[in-house]
């Protein structure tokens, strides 16, 4: 997948990783900047006390100073990325509920009568053709007794061989 704006393509599982050249020239930036500062007040001194004490605070400075710069250009590369990914996230949901809305459509109007069944044999979903063949609600009842008015389950149950993977589905 490729994010615009957010350093390298990242294919699909592949994790968040800066743009380490941009950040480096901001760190090497940052540290010529400061040290042209420091340089030019270490000049100004002639006290050779004050001048080494000066030269170790600009080495400090400038690493602290840095590391803030960089860190705080890869919060902007990462915040740029999080919401590049919250559209991706975004536009991946919407699709998917346009399918799940396509296939409700698809299902519904189906003249054949279809079930969804759990492990149990509970009737988790059926459209509205199995429901007028089978009379009424069929949600929630055991498919042996919506389908067959049985109490116990059928002896060669074609669901549970179906939902084993052993077996054809139910006609």
Partial sequence: ???QGV????????RWRPNVWQLAWVGALTIFVVFAFWEGLERQLLDGAALVRLHYLRGGLASVLTALVV???????????????AGVLTERTRQALDAQMLLQVVVDNTPSGLMILDRELTIVRANPAAERLHGGTLAGARCFQAMAGRSTRCLSCAALATLDGVGAACA
């Fill in 1 to 3: 997948m490729t994010l």
């Fill in 7 to 14: 350093g390298d393509p990242l294919p699909d599982g592949a």
């Fill in 71 to 85: 860190g705080l250009m890869a919060q902007v590369q990462y915040s740029r990325h999080a919401r590049a990914l």
